[in-house]
């Protein structure tokens, strides 16, 4: 296993239970935490998993890729046919495709992009460099 890839499976085994326990934490500011902050976490999940499954991808591509697709899921959500509503019935399901639209969840997302785009190009040249 390159140095690469555990530098990325490190930093994804603080992200997704932070992004997690988004979704359960109480406390002050806890109604700008449920609904956006695993947002921000989601969108660096996804670009970090892709750059480990594909090293020769640009961070750059998939964190606007990643960016469109998820403001693309969050449009998804003011469309509500059976088999939507069937995949989002669930915790996985709600967490991944979201349940309600708002225009609020888009800086979250662009937040989450450009830190996502940061650890990936952060990680590739702690890795390049010698120990």
């Not at 991808?57 to 088999?83: M, N, R, Y």
Request: charge should be positive; glycine fraction near 8%; charged fraction near 15%.
């Amino acid at each position: 296993m390159t140095r690469e890839r555990k530098y990325l499976i490190l930093v994804m085994l603080v992200i997704v239970p932070a992004g997690f326990y988004t979704k359960f934490y109480s406390g002050q500011f806890e109604f700008t935490v449920h609904n956006y902050l695993g947002g921000f976490f989601y969108e660096i999940f996804w670009i970090l998993l892709f750059v480990m499954l594909f090293p020769r991808a640009k961070a750059s591509t998939v964190a606007l890729t990643f960016f469109v697709a998820t403001c693309g899921i969050e449009f998804l959500q003011l469309w509500h046919p059976p088999f939507l509503e069937l995949l989002r019935s669930n915790f996985i399901g709600r967490t991944i495709l979201g349940n309600s639209f708002t225009w609020y969840d888009f800086p979250w997302y662009l937040a989450g992009s450009l830190a996502g785009y940061l650890l990936a190009t952060g990680i590739k040249k702690a890795a390049r460099k010698p120990l």
